[in-house]
Nanobody, 129 residues
Framework: EVQLVESGGGLVQAGGSLRLSCAVSGFTSGDYAIAWFRQAPGKEREGVSCISSKHERTRYANSVKGRATISIDSAKNTAFLQMNSLKSEDTGVYYC??????????????????????WGQGIQVTVSS
């Protein structure tokens, strides 16, 4: 069974930084994609970033470009989302999602979220202004 567990959230001051972690278990191959989504109250779910393990292709939402970096530690089966210069608009519940054997099409349409088979429970990130 594939499981994703997020950690690293919490309360951060505007302008500060945090690093979210997504521990993944259950994959039988090293070919997968991990994405981060977030949702604030009253807003639609938004794709934040995505990375493929095999080719290390990365994608970022325009709202976080230049402030976020996604990475994978394959030895630890963990994906990270480093966010700097945090804004109050970054507040929300962050979800980690994963899919095995991602295609180029999936990576192009990752923000729609429909291609991801597995999801974490979500973790709160609050940025104080």
């Amino acid at each position: 069974e594939v499981q994703l567990v997020e950690s690293g959230g919490g309360l951060v001051q505007a302008g500060g930084s945090l690093r979210l972690s997504c521990a993944v278990s259950g994959f039988t191959s090293g070919d997968y994609a991990i994405a981060w989504f977030r949702q604030a109250p009253g807003k639609e779910r938004e794709g934040v970033s995505c990375i493929s393990s095999k080719h290390e292709r990365t994608r970022y939402a325009n709202s976080v470009k230049g402030r976020a970096t996604i990475s994978i530690d394959s030895a630890k089966n963990t994906a990270f989302l480093q966010m700097n210069s945090l804004k109050s608009e970054d507040t929300g519940v962050y979800y980690c999602a994963a899919v095995e054997f991602p295609t180029l099409l999936l990576l192009r349409l990752w923000a729609s979220a429909r291609a991801f088979d597995y999801w974490g429970q979500g973790i709160q990130v609050t940025v104080s202004s």
